[in-house]
């Protein structure tokens, strides 16, 4: 899920220490199985690993299949 993750074109959400909250992060680097991101907000630095990346961007799509859902559902 994260090779096709290039520094400088991904996009995450991911909490910021710093923010104190879930913001936007630029893949800024990476090292092996390792990502540098860099908070939109405050340009903090943050280190995960490939495993934290894959389950952010996993539990992002799932919300968004649910947001795609209830507004494809009838009413709305």
């Given at each position: 899920m994260t090779e096709d993750v290039m520094p400088g074109t991904g996009v995450l959400a991911f909490y910021c220490p710093v923010c104190r909250m879930e913001t936007m992060h630029?893949?800024?680097?990476?090292?092996?199985?390792?990502?540098?991101?860099?908070?939109?907000?405050?340009?903090?630095g943050s280190l995960i690993s490939a495993e934290q990346m894959r389950r952010c961007r996993e539990r992002w799509e799932e919300e968004l299949k649910e947001i795609i859902a209830h507004l494809d559902s009838p009413g709305n």
């Open positions: 630029n893949v800024a680097g990476q090292k092996g199985q390792v990502y540098a991101l860099a908070c939109t907000v405050c340009r903090n």
